[in-house]
C-alpha cells in the first residue's frame, strides 16, 4: 500500500509540474506575439535579396547565457561547447543588437517558439520547455519593431511534422549558387561531402576548427577566415561560436552566415529519418553514436582544406 501511496503522490507531481509548466509557455508565448519572426522561406529570401549575414540563437545559445555556468543546472550542461562567461557575453551582445543597429546581420530566433505546433510532439514540448526557462533572457533581449529571421531554416526536417522539403532545399541553395564559398566547420563535421549540397557553389575552400569547444580558440579562428579573400561567402558550423563569429566577420565587410545543422538535416531528409540518427562520415552532436567519427581520406575534400586550428 505504502508503495502505490508513493507512485500515486509521483504522478501527481508531475501533472502538477506539467500544468504549472504548460501556464507558464501559455504567458511568455502571448508575450512573445508581438515580435515579428519571419517564416524559413522568407528568412531565405532575405539573405538572398539583401546578402547579408546570418547569427542564429536556440536552445544552445540561450542555455549559455542563461545557465550553462557551474552550479546553475546540470541537466543543461552541453557536451559540446563549455561554458564560457566571455561567450555568453557575446551571445547576449549580438542577440540585443537587432537587425536595426547592424542592417548587415540577420539576428534570427526560432520562429517555433511562437508557432510549436508545427514541431512533432517530442520537439514541441523541448522547445515549450527551452522557451519558459529562457523566458527572462529571451523577453529582456528582444526588441519591438526588429526583423527576426527563422533560426529553424537550416533546421528544416527532423523536428517538423511537414517533412516535405525538396524544394525548401532547393531555394536555400540559391544562396551560395556560382559563389566562393569558405566553410568554416568543426574537423569531423564535413558539409556537403558525400552529398550534392553544395555542388552549385562555384568552389568550395574549408577552414577545419575543433569539433567541441571552439570557442576556446576563438581569437585564431577569426584571424584565419580574415585571411581568406574577403570576397568569399563564409559558410559557419560551429555551434554557438558561430553565432559571435558571423557577427564579428560582417563587422570586416564579410558575408558569414550562420549555417549549422543544414548539412546533417539534409542528410537526414535524403535518408527518409523519423528520429536523429549517426552518420557515417560526420560528427552527429546530438546523437551519441554520432561523436565517434572516422577519419576522412576523400581526395576532394582534402584539398579544399586550407586551414585546421585543431
Known amino acids: ?182 566553410l568554416i566547420e568543426g574537423a569531423q563535421s564535413r558539409l556537403g561531402v558525400g552529398n550534392d549540397l553544395f555542388a552549385n557553389a562555384r568552389r568550395v575552400e574549408r577552414i577545419l576548427c575543433p569539433a567541441v569547444g571552439a570557442f576556446a580558440r576563438y581569437d585564431e579562428i577569426l584571424a584565419s577566415a580574415c585571411r581568406a579573400d574577403a570576397s568569399r561567402l563564409f559558410l559557419l558550423a560551429l555551434g554557438q561560436t558561430a553565432t559571435v563569429l558571423a557577427y564579428d566577420l560582417a563587422h570586416t565587410g564579410r558575408q558569414a552566415i550562420d549555417i549549422g545543422h543544414i548539412d546533417v538535416e539534409y542528410e537526414w531528409m535524403r535518408m527518409g529519418a523519423t528520429e536523429k540518427v549517426a552518420l557515417p562520415r560526420k560528427f552527429v552532436n546530438e546523437v551519441e553514436a554520432g561523436r565517434d567519427v572516422a577519419d576522412e581520406t576523400d581526395a576532394a575534400y582534402l584539398a579544399q582544406i586550407i586551414d585546421r586550428i585543431v
Request: charged share 30%.
Open 1 to 182: 500500500m505504502t508503495h502505490e501511496r508513493e507512485s500515486l503522490t509521483a504522478t501527481v507531481k508531475v501533472a502538477l509540474r506539467m500544468w504549472l509548466f504548460r501556464l507558464q509557455y501559455a504567458f511568455v508565448r502571448r508575450r512573445l506575439a508581438p515580435f515579428r519572426i519571419l517564416t524559413s522561406a522568407e528568412t531565405v529570401r532575405y539573405v538572398l535579396d539583401r546578402r547579408c549575414s546570418v547569427c542564429r540563437y536556440g536552445d544552445g545559445e540561450m542555455d549559455m547565457i542563461t545557465s550553462l555556468h557551474a552550479g546553475y543546472d546540470d541537466s543543461r550542461r552541453s557536451q559540446f561547447q563549455p561554458y564560457d562567461a566571455e561567450l555568453a557575453r557575446r551571445l547576449e551582445e549580438v542577440l540585443r543588437s537587432g537587425s536595426s543597429d547592424t542592417p548587415a546581420v540577420l539576428v534570427c530566433i526560432p520562429r517555433v517558439w511562437q508557432h510549436p505546433g508545427l514541431l512533432v510532439p517530442k520537439s514541441s514540448l523541448f522547445v515549450r520547455r527551452s522557451v519558459v526557462l529562457n523566458r527572462r533572457a529571451i523577453l529582456g533581449a528582444l526588441r519591438p519593431g526588429v526583423v527576426y529571421g527563422d533560426a529553424y531554416f537550416t533546421r528544416f526536417y527532423i523536428d517538423f511534422k511537414d517533412k516535405d522539403k525538396a524544394a525548401y532545399v532547393r531555394f536555400c541553395r540559391q544562396i551560395w549558387e556560382g559563389r566562393d564559398v569558405c
